[in-house]
């Protein structure tokens, strides 16, 4: 069946995530499709700052508290009879995680009047591998 689903995006329009553009697409993404596919929600909201935190959230049923902990691992299903029947793969999350960790960043999932994501990626502070001073021209 068709969900109408609205999605709010609040970050910046000229915030810069340094990276890999294919897995910072797959965070989005991914998030989006687990929301649109698990939630039973009605609205996304999507929340960024130039400092790299961004929290994703939705206003549907969440995720019971003792699966919290267990939803970014390969292959989790909260629900195992109905995710099957939706032909999720169980990676949508994993895949977020690893692409955020790949980015030096970190994601955490809570339930807040729906189920919502805080993440960090891509913060500006530069790091030693990035900052030109640090390798002179030899």
């Known amino acids: 069946g068709t969900k109408n689903i609205a999605i709010e995006n609040s970050v910046a329009g000229d915030i810069v995530i340094p990276g890999n553009a294919s ?3 797959a965070i989005f993404n991914n998030l989006i499709d687990n ?5 039973g929600g009605t609205q996304i909201s999507i929340r960024g700052d130039s400092d790299g935190h961004y929290t994703f959230s939705d206003n549907g049923a969440g995720v019971p508290d003792e699966h919290l902990s267990h939803i970014f691992e390969r292959f989790y299903r909260v629900d195992k009879g109905r995710s099957r029947d939706r ?21 955490t999932a809570r339930n807040d ?13 530069p790091t030693e591998e990035n900052s030109p001073k640090d390798h002179p021209a030899t």
């Open 113 to 125: 009047g729906g189920l919502t994501f805080d993440f960090t990626i891509g913060s500006k502070k």
């Open 23 to 25: 897995l910072l697409e």
């Open 87 to 107: 032909g999720g793969t169980g990676l949508g999350l994993a895949i977020v995680k690893n692409a955020i960790a790949i980015h030096s960043g970190s994601i």
């Open 35 to 39: 929301a649109i596919s698990y939630s």
